[in-house]
């Protein structure tokens, strides 16, 4: 059976990115261009793993990890963001997030991040 990642960033050429990199693994790419968006495929699809960024417009990637864990406390979600505060990356990962990757995407780092 296929995995199934949602990616969530309101950056086109970061979801073509990272696209490229589950197709690469043979897993299903599901893709948002908001956290209202990716909260909404988030319900509808229950993907295995979801990377999430954290700024973007109609709702902010926080907002939509907070709701995603409420539905699903088990979720796997990794947050991928250019923000280097250490207090955003201890919110994410209060907020119930499993780890936060910098921007840009690595092929390793997010072939490994998938393979779990």
Not at 10 to 28: A, C, P, Q, T, W
Request: glycine share 4%; net charge negative; aromatic share 6%.
């Amino acid at each position: 059976m296929s995995k199934k990642i949602l990616i969530v960033d309101d950056s086109i050429s970061i979801r073509l990115f990272l696209k490229s990199f589950v197709l690469e693994k043979g897993y299903s790419f599901i893709e948002a261009k908001d956290g209202q968006e990716g909260l909404e495929k988030f319900m509808e699809y229950d993907p295995d793993i979801t990377i999430l960024d954290l700024t973007m417009p109609v709702m902010t990637g926080m907002e939509a990890l907070e709701k995603m864990k409420e539905h699903n406390p088990e979720a796997k979600i990794w947050i991928m963001t250019a923000d280097t505060q250490k207090k955003t990356h201890e919110h994410a990962i209060s907020l119930g997030a499993e780890s936060v990757l910098k921007k840009p995407p690595v092929k390793e780092v997010i072939h490994c991040v998938i393979d779990q």
